[in-house]
Structures are given as structure tokens and as C-alpha cells.
């Protein structure tokens, strides 16, 4: 595992390219450092977690990744016509507006019914294409979203807290299919949680946030390293983190499905 003065941001990995690379960024609103020093790199086939408690700098981390706000130092350099696909945290639909989710996927008017089930059918919710957006779930809002952005066929997912308000059968399904994407897109995905131990057995590398990059590498290296024990340390006292090793899946009400892979792999793997 990486400290902050050890992080090897080179990649090792032929096979994985770099999508997008942070070095040395600092961001600063009014004299007050928000973020300093951050170098990353985000890499295809490969799913990151950026974790940090409230005010730690990660909205803001995001928002200069995506473009959305601009570094006061250092560089962060996006693969050429990098393709990003973000998936906010929640979004509010007016209870007086009457739109499916067909006509909510395909607000562009550049995607038929086909491209949108197609995406639907991926996250596990092709049942939902003319459902009215007012009456879905909270956890079927978020694999709408999450169909939305991969109708860009995005090189880089972006997720901002993309299981939050789930129940941990709700969690374990998505995170799930969000390894599904992954596998079968080859994308880079990174997730935003303030929870390692919600998150842990879906992601391959942490970064733990606190303005600055306090530790970063394996969860199960992160979860022991003292930096994030200082920050978190209170909060899982005595809560076991969860790594889910089971030979079966969840399906959406969270009843057992006998199978080694998700539906969306399976759906995928039956037509090649």
C-alpha cells in the first residue's frame, strides 16, 4: 500500500491504459485550501474508491476531474476525446412532470427504444422503459442513471455515492452489476462513498481523502492503515467490514439467485 509521499502512479499494467491523471492539484476557494498535493491516476478495467469524511474535498476532487471546476495548481490531463459517464447521487424528478424512463433515457432524441432497453436490460431494470419516473424506487432511480450514462459508452465511469439510501441486499446487487460494467466494457469506474466497509469487496484500489491523499492502495490495506483509522476509527468500531464471498446472487428484492454470475454478464456472455 501507498502512503502519501509513495504513491506509483506509473502503469504497470500494459493492458490497463491511463484515462486520466492528476499531478500535484490544488484547489483553493477564498484562501481556504480545499484540496493539496493530489496526484492519481485512473486507469481502464479498474474500479476506484474515493472515500473521506464530509467536507474532505471529494465533491470538489470530482468536479475537477470532470472539468466542472479548475485546479488553482498542478494539471490533470484526460486521454484524447476520454468519453465520461456520471452518475450523481440523486436526482429529483417534479412529481408534476409525466415522463417515462424511456423518454427520461432518451431526452437527446438520439436513442431509440432498442439502445435504451438494451441499457436497461444490463442494469437488471429493462422492466422499468415505460414506467413513470415518479413511481420508481430509490434503488431502481439509481440503475436508471446509472443506464443513462452508459448509453455514452463511456471509457470512465463516474459514481457519486451510487448505493446510497440502499439496504445491504440493494447494495451487494448493484455493486454487483457495477463489476458487470466493468468487465464487460473494460472501463475505469470511480465511486465516491464515505463508507469503506459498504464498499470494500467492489472496488480494486481506495484512495482515502482528507484535503490531501492520506493513504491509498488495497481495502484491506487501507481499512488497517492509521491515517484512515484516525478518521474513520470511531465510526466502525466494533462493525465488521463486509467482503461478500457467497456462490450465489441477489436479485432486486433481494431473493437468491442461483448463478456464478450476475444477469447482465450472462445476458452479455449469451451474445457473443
Do not use: W
Not at 26 to 36: E, M, P, Q
Not at 105 to 127: K, P
Not at 128 to 143: A, D, H, K, V
Not at 145 to 151: I, P
Request: net charge negative; glycine share 8%.
Amino acid at each position: 500500500m501507498s502512503t502519501p509521499h509513495q504513491q506509483n502512479t506509473s502503469n504497470t499494467d500494459p493492458e490497463k491504459k491511463v484515462l486520466l491523471a492528476a499531478n500535484n492539484v490544488g484547489y483553493v476557494i477564498r484562501d481556504k485550501t480545499i484540496l493539496s498535493d493530489i496526484s492519481l491516476q485512473l486507469h481502464s478495467k479498474e474500479i476506484i474508491t474515493l472515500i473521506g469524511p464530509n467536507g474532505a474535498g471529494k465533491t470538489s476532487l470530482i468536479r475537477i476531474l470532470l472539468g466542472l471546476s479548475h485546479e488553482t495548481s498542478g494539471t490533470v490531463v484526460r486521454g484524447d476525446d476520454l468519453r465520461i459517464g456520471y452518475v450523481p447521487q440523486r436526482i429529483d424528478v417534479p412529481k408534476v412532470m409525466p415522463i417515462r424512463v424511456y423518454d427520461f433515457l432518451n431526452v437527446t432524441g438520439l436513442h431509440g427504444i432498442d439502445q435504451c432497453e438494451q441499457v436497461l436490460e444490463e442494469v437488471s431494470c429493462a422492466y422499468l422503459l415505460y414506467s413513470p419516473m415518479q413511481n420508481i424506487s430509490g434503488g431502481e432511480m439509481q440503475r436508471v442513471l446509472l443506464a443513462r450514462a452508459l448509453l455514452k459508452k463511456p471509457q470512465l465511469l463516474v459514481l457519486d455515492e451510487p448505493a446510497s439510501g440502499m439496504d445491504i441486499i440493494g447494495q451487494q446487487a448493484l455493486y454487483n452489476t457495477i463489476r458487470c460494467i466493468r468487465d464487460k466494457h473494460d472501463c475505469g469506474i470511480l465511486m465516491v462513498s464515505h463508507d469503506l466497509h459498504l464498499v470494500m469487496a467492489a472496488t480494486d484500489r481506495v484512495i482515502c481523502l482528507n484535503s490531501h491523499i492520506c493513504c491509498t492502495g488495497h481495502p484491506d490495506d487501507v481499512s488497517e492503515h492509521p491515517e484512515y483509522l484516525k478518521l474513520f476509527g470511531d465510526a466502525i468500531e466494533g462493525l465488521a467490514l463486509y467482503s461478500h464471498h457467497h456462490d450465489h446472487e441477489h436479485d432486486l428484492s433481494g431473493n437468491i439467485v442461483d448463478s456464478e454470475h450476475c444477469h447482465s454478464c450472462e445476458h452479455h456472455q449469451g451474445n457473443k
